[in-house]
């Protein structure tokens, strides 16, 4: 199947062979002086005589592989909570080998509180596990509580089986949030600081994606991703920001965005969400400039195409989609949730102390194309 990649291919470098490439003839600085000056005369003469300009009608098909397809819709379900539950995922100690430790120990997040939101489900719930497998406490937000309580039962249980000589054993509580509601956000809050005294860390992975010609996109729909997508990322950026401010305690913010915040996505339609996630993009630069001062750190972390439940489901239902999006990813496949438990580590930890305002992009490859 063609790609994009093959247009992209053909550079200037490759249009010729090397037994028919041209050779650029080295003049000395006279010799330069007079090809400039003859050029420009050629230039000059050919601007005097008049040219018939020709329209060529595109190819059919041309561009087919870098536009939108309008027929294809998907619809975020109404009720995310009937999708299959996701499991704990390998944290990697029994195949890291003899060397797994010691690490370096400012990837370390031992004695650091760290919240993330949309946690009981997907890529939220496995970079929840990161921070627990990395020395943390954790809290994690979700819509539904049942799932995220289960879930948090769930990551005590594998670190304990994965840990069993491990002196310490991490507090991972579930907490109830509408993220694009203040009040909600605010309640969410001051539960999580009463349950474990403080919070350090933030990751927002509350979200979700639909896929809709923009110029029948509903309006409601619009506003109901927009008030998830950026402000849940900016409702609870603030809230733990001033928590931090309060506290004269330095922390780390890490915002879920995606590639979508820096490229069009092809073939299904998406405006809206790719809209949203530039927001948290540069939400996350905004506020790592304005909070620098008070030592706190903000990044994203901008997903490619990932694997989760959902994105199952929608490859399920359109088995054309997941060719066309692995032909345009350089490493050639989509990648696994876990393969975020170490950037967001990184990201939270001292390890990463002297970066803020940036965005990690973790596809594939699929952006330098």
């Not at 539950?85 to 195949?95: A, E, L």
């Not at 956000?185 to 403080?198: L, N, Q, R, S």
């Not at 996109?217 to 001033?242: C, E, M, S």
């Not at 060719?323 to 390890?351: C, H, R, Y």
């Amino acid at each position: 199947m063609a790609t994009r990649a093959v247009p992209r291919a053909l550079r200037a470098s490759n249009i010729f062979s090397t037994a028919t490439r041209p050779t650029i003839p080295i003049l000395s600085s006279s010799q330069r002086a007079f090809h400039i000056s003859a050029t420009r005369l050629q230039k000059k003469k050919k601007n005097t005589t008049t040219t018939t300009t020709t329209t060529t009608t595109p190819t059919p098909g041309a561009g087919a592989f870098a536009r939108t397809d309008d027929s294809i819709t998907v619809e975020y379900p109404e009720d995310p909570s009937k999708l299959p539950s996701s499991q704990p995922v390998d944290s990697g100690i029994g195949r890291a080998g003899p060397n797994v430790f010691p690490t370096l120990a400012t990837f370390s997040l031992q004695g650091k509180v760290g919240v993330v939101t949309g946690g009981a489900r997907g890529l939220g719930l496995v970079m929840g596990q990161g921070i627990v497998v990395s020395g943390g406490d954790l809290a994690i937000v979700d819509l539904n509580k049942e799932e995220a309580t289960k879930q948090a039962q769930n990551i005590v249980e594998t670190f304990k089986k994965d840990y069993p000589s491990a002196k310490k054993i991490p507090k991972v509580t579930a907490h109830y949030a509408d993220v694009s509601d203040p009040a909600s956000v605010d309640a969410c809050i001051a539960e999580i600081v009463a349950e474990h005294g403080k919070i350090d860390n933030l990751v927002t992975s509350a979200g979700f994606t639909e896929n809709f010609e923009a110029v029948n996109y509903p309006v409601d729909r619009l506003r109901k991703l927009w008030g998830v997508n950026v402000d849940g990322t900016y409702l609870f950026a603030t809230a733990i920001a001033r928590h931090l401010m309060d506290r004269n305690s330095p922390g780390s913010l890490v915002f879920i965005g995606s590639m979508s915040g820096s490229i069009v996505n092809v073939p299904q339609p998406q405006t809206p969400y790719n809209a949203s996630k530039a927001a948290v993009r540069h939400l996350a630069a905004s506020f790592a400039v304005e909070w620098a001062k008070a030592g706190i750190r903000v990044n994203c972390i901008s997903p490619g195409y990932m694997l989760t439940a959902l994105t199952k489901k929608i490859l399920d239902e359109n088995p054309d989609l997941k060719e066309k999006w692995t032909s345009l990813i350089p490493q050639g496949q989509m990648g696994n949730p876990e393969d975020l438990m170490g950037p967001v580590t990184f990201l939270l930890s001292d390890a990463s102390r002297y970066v803020t305002g940036a965005d990690l992009r973790v596809d594939g490859g699929y952006t330098c194309t």
